[in-house]
């Protein structure tokens, strides 16, 4: 039984298109996040929501558009998709937000994103 | 700027003896550092954890070293398997001032049978 599933595994895409990634937990966590990892292999937040609220935003374009229905969703949209997206994107989640102690996140497998 | 660093990308060692797996930070609010392992197309999963109160943690094969005034933590796994071969990342977070976990690129294990 997947703990963090995300879905598409795979997404190939022609540039300028709009696209979503979806992420579901049944951990009964409170806080998801989105990561990027680039070519470089470098894992980068992007978001972070807490009971459905946005509580981290980092240095993201505003083409990505996170959204959170419920706690146990963080879907991530994507418009104007541009090459340099072209990256694996990772959904966690964790009991609460990375600033409490003894507190490690449950990752998805991963989508792979490739913008043509 | 990249404030968790794991200079080896990569890692060979002979199945049977001892994995050493370095990582340095630059941020002396870190006080919460974990380490993950993660399998080709598959995501991060957590192994040990280590808080700044302590300058050990061990939890069977894997002991996580923490040097604060350093600002460096190292991962030993004893006896090294061939399962154990993967990507390692390290994290820290700022603990209860803190709101996100920060990553280093990874070291690539390899445990050689």
């Known amino acids: 039984d997947t703990a963090v599933s995300q879905t598409p595994k795979y997404l190939v895409t022609q540039m300028g298109n709009d696209k979503s990634i979806k992420c579901e937990q049944n951990l009964g966590h409170d806080t998801m996040y989105w990561y990027k990892q680039d070519s470089k292999k470098f894992l980068k937040i992007m978001f972070s929501y807490n009971n459905k609220e946005l509580i981290i935003n980092e240095t993201v374009p505003n083409r990505f558009s996170p959204k959170s229905p419920d706690k146990a969703h963080l879907n991530l949209h994507i418009n104007s998709l541009e090459l340099g997206d072209s990256a694996v994107y990772f959904c966690?989640?964790?009991?609460?937000?990375?600033?409490?102690?003894?507190?490690?996140?449950?990752f998805g497998p991963g989508t792979r994103l490739t913008v043509l | 700027d990249q404030q968790v660093k794991q200079n080896s990308p990569s890692l060979s060692v002979q199945e049977g003896r001892i994995s050493i797996l370095n990582c340095d930070y630059t941020n002396s609010m870190f006080d919460y550092f974990l380490w993950y392992k993660k399998y080709p197309a598959e995501g991060p999963t957590f192994l040990i954890s280590i808080s700044s109160i302590k300058d050990k943690n061990e939890d069977g094969r894997f002991t996580v070293f923490l040097n604060k005034s350093a600002k460096h933590l190292s991962l030993h796994i004893v006896p090294s398997q061939p399962g154990d071969s993967a990507v390692y990342f390290c994290?820290?977070?700022?603990?209860?001032?803190?709101?996100?976990?920060?990553f280093g690129t990874g070291t690539s294990l390899t445990v050689i049978p």
């Open positions: 994290a820290a977070n700022e603990g209860y001032t803190g709101n996100q976990f920060y």
């Open positions: 966690a989640s964790s009991h609460r937000p990375a600033g409490a102690s003894y507190n490690e996140q449950f």
